[in-house]
């Protein structure tokens, strides 16, 4: 059977493989991209993210037993900008998943960082795209929430979930990085530890401060119990699983859906743009030594940038040898 046709059928080693070969950029990887394309768009798409420790990984992993509960099938992508190696990544997630690891309904795959040039967002993306050729019904992106990188990953989601923990200082953090502009639905986890009473109530002050339009979503604020206190904490996350429900409706009634859709479909031309122009060039100049000259000659201000780019465009433009 041909690759793309097994990945509609589930297969879990071509699948693997493809996004391998796409985090590898094989040339055979992308034409199969392409073929996948139309048949993604299905999926539920659920963005966690958080401070590094933040129990991300373990809330992911009770979310897919809820849904697993209701029969639905289940891709995660882990995407840890921090690592160098995606087999770190893979070591602590995958502990904390084993117990789904057996389980046919459920795809769990990492993804991490990409290097000098970027294009995190871009493999993230792919991933996601392979997981819907599958026919997940739900993928849960897990990522580290620090920077633009990690804010442009989670942009593949339809909705977001926000972890901040009590104690850490994480209520400045998650604001100075724009955080709170993209939570949907804000998790207090650990929530045994203290600290977790004043900052639900900061944080509810500071929601209802904001100003909202009328009929617009307000980030419902979810204290996940104690992980170690499995009654309290199962009831909890069936709590916020509801709450990604209610929000998952509000998106279909309000029209935001289409909109969240619209701007997903913009920030994936951005990152095949980058992926078809920008790479290859900046591939060619890093290797043929150019860029560091070129770097230099700005630097002690003899050329400016656009005079640079503008030539480098000229030339690899005219001469089509980015393709
Ligand atoms: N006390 C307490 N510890 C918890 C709770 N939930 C998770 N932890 C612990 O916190 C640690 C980090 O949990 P992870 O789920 O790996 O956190 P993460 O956010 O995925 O971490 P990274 O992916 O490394 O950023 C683990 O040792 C968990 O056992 C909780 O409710 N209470
Ligand atoms: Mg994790």
Redesign the pocket.
Known sequence: METTKKIYAGDVRSASRLIRDLEDKLPQARPRLKQLFQHTGKSFIIGIT?A????????TNALIGEFRKLNKTVGVL?V?PTSPFSGGAIL??RV?MLQHTEDEGVFIRSLATRGALGGLSQAAGDAIHVMEAMGKDVIIV?T?GIGQQELDIIHHAHSVIV?LVPGMGDEIQTMKAGIMEIADVFAI?????PGTKQLQTELTSLLSTSPLPTGSWRPPIVS?????EPAG?VEKTAELMQKISDHHAHLLISGQLALRMERKALMEINDALRACILEPILNQLIESGELKSITQRVKNREADPYTEAEAIARRFLKSGEIL
């Open positions: 958080g590094p420790g933040a129990g991300k990984s373990t809330l882990a840890d602590g997630d904390r897990e580290v972890v986890n650990k929530a045994d530890r996940i119990g104690n992980l170690y904490f």
